[in-house]
């Protein structure tokens, strides 16, 4: 990475999940706090993920 330039200059994407959870200025990402979703727990994303997304048990219909 070129000493001084933001991730978006060079063309990398920038990762919060990299920087402890900080946006590139600094502050929180909010999508990173336990309080939203899955919280950064792509572990535990991709297990409910192949279960096929489902969010409620189905009943019987």
């Not at 000493?3 to 990402?29: I, M, R, V």
């Amino acid at each position: 990475m070129v000493q001084g330039a933001t991730a978006t200059e060079t063309g990398e994407k920038y990762k919060p999940s990299e920087h402890g959870g900080l946006k590139e200025d600094g502050t929180p990402d909010k999508r990173m706090s336990a309080e939203h979703g899955f919280g950064g727990d792509r572990e535990r994303a991709s297990e409910m993920g192949k279960k096929g997304g489902a969010t409620q048990p189905q009943g019987d219909l």
